[in-house]
DNA sequence: ATGCCTGCAAAGCCTTTGCATCTGC
DNA sequence: GCAGATGCAAAGGCTTTGCAGGCAT
């Protein structure tokens, strides 16, 4: 894969932040230095670079890709009100116990062979906690 | 909620099926017993009986969403490679130990509070299991 | 010259929504 | 008659893709 000049900037601006950007916020990050820069370029190019371990993809539901320069494991935590992702600085278990033992188990039930689980968290950041604080009513 | 025609159609025809189907698969199976049918019909009472606690709504990044009359909990695999669905029988760990003590800690350094946790299961169904031993380079 | 990359625009996929009409109480 | 539900079609949000031209080796 070779460095253009597009990837280099897109790889820069990433590295510039903690927020796990969407394409589309990364988009307008890059736009800001490369004015003739495509979206499609920005989707191509994060794509290329998560598949091969560059940065990271964070992936959910319902909600847009987000990317992230660390790649390091660590845990994500999503934000249930405003899809905001956030790292966790928290030492929480790392795999559940006894798991494992299953991996590579066929249910005899369903047919499936399990080959892997993750952890999903969510929670709340700290503007839409304040905000849930001063109007309760708000909470879904 | 009123239940009318349509709703119990659905319904019913959710009920039929062990497959988890989708949104659209949904859609089909009802269209042979109401053919005037609408997807966004289909949609919107699948999106009500979800809400009410009737029926459930599995969601996974980067798929189509799926439903399950099998409200009671149980947990669920997705295939890795064809997206499929299965209950899983398997006795699994339900909860992850320790995890709980963190709900509603603040983490200090993303200010997020955590609310909740869920873990997510992925596998190969049998039929995808099955073609990869024959062509092991289909893998991913 | 070649092969990868880009900008641009269009299409794709899934889901939601506006609106006029219809239904059942 | 009214509230809520429907069919239809259009729009919406996000992502991917086809294509013609560009750039570096």
Known sequence: MKMTSQRQVILEELRKVTTHPTADEVYRMVQQ???RVSLGTVYRNLE????TGIIGKIESPGAPMRFDWNVAPHHHVRCQRCGRVGDLH???????PGMDAF??????KSGFVLTGYQVELVGLCRSCYDQMQVSPKDMD
Do not use: A, F, I, K
């Not at 928290?90 to 559940?96: G, K, N, S, Y």
């Open 33 to 35: 230095r490369l004015p």
């Open 48 to 51: 290329m670079l998560s598949q």
């Open 90 to 96: 928290l030492h929480l278990p790392e795999t559940v």
């Open 103 to 108: 991996l590579g188990v066929r249910d005899p």
